[in-house]
């Protein structure tokens, strides 16, 4: 095997192990012995250092590993402390949806279209940065009103909100069904602990089915 397709095969062994690998092991894979071996990662330890590379090849105690250069530390730390995109429920997304297509708009009216209480899934929801406060509303209570950020856009891969596809009825009764069945889900824990539900899980006294039909109708305008 020639020189480039050894040290190609070594480079290889050392990135997929991610730690130390003894010299005779690299050796019996490559199917050299240690000596040769030794010369061709030297070999490779002095290409990584004489070259603009982002790794190196390190030796500790007759072993070798592939790893970052020190001077690239900094940006590997900011990478490890960038928050990693987060994953949202079936519930997120749904309350997510209704605040992107009726913003500005209040928590008491996303419980009106989705049928129960959604303060866990807006403080998610806000927590991630997907959505924000955005004033409050000119009414009694001045209860606060909630829009999307720039980083809902960044998340989903779009520009702006005339982007966002276009409501068909299918949508709409998938919120309707996953609300229903988080009703369900709720009473039937409330019913095992063997107590009332607490109010935040109580449906609105608004049907569901009005509210969607309702939020369909205003969609469609």
């Known amino acids: 095997m020639e020189i480039k397709k050894l ?4 480079e290889a062994i050392l990135f997929t192990m991610g730690e130390s690998v003894e010299l005779s092991q690299i050796a019996d894979a490559i199917q050299q012995d240690k000596e040769t071996t030794r010369k061709i990662i030297q070999n490779m330890m002095d290409k990584y250092q004489k070259k603009d590379r982002g790794i190196q090849i390190i030796e500790l105690e007759q072993s070798y590993q592939l790893c970052s250069k020190k001077e690239y530390y900094e940006c590997l730390i900011r990478l490890a402390m ?9 519930v997120m997304l749904e309350t997510l949806s209704i605040i992107a ?3 500005p708009i209040t928590r008491i009216e996303i419980e009106k279209i989705r049928g129960v209480k959604c303060d866990h899934a807006v403080n998610k929801l806000i927590e991630y940065n997907l959505i924000c ?4 509303l000119d009414a009694p209570g001045r209860p606060i009103l909630f829009a999307t950020t ?13 982007e966002l596809p276009i409501l068909n009825q299918e949508t709409i009764d ?9 009703v369900m889900r709720e009473m039937a824990a409330g019913e095992l602990a063997g107590g009332e539900l607490p109010e935040e899980l109580l449906p609105e006294e608004e049907t569901e089915e009005a509210s969607f039909t309702n939020w369909m109708e205003e969609n469609e305008e």
Do not use: V, W
């Not at 040290?7 to 070594?10: K, R």
């Not at 720039?150 to 005339?162: A, M």
């Not at 998938?174 to 988080?182: S, V």
């Open 101 to 103: 297509y009726k913003q």
């Open 7 to 10: 040290e190609a095969a070594i």
């Open 133 to 136: 406060e955005a004033g409050r």
């Open 82 to 90: 960038h928050p990693k995109k987060p994953a949202l429920t079936d």
């Open 174 to 182: 998938n919120f309707k069904e996953e609300a229903e069945r988080e």
């Open 150 to 162: 720039e980083e809902f856009l960044r998340y989903f891969g779009i520009e702006s909100l005339e």
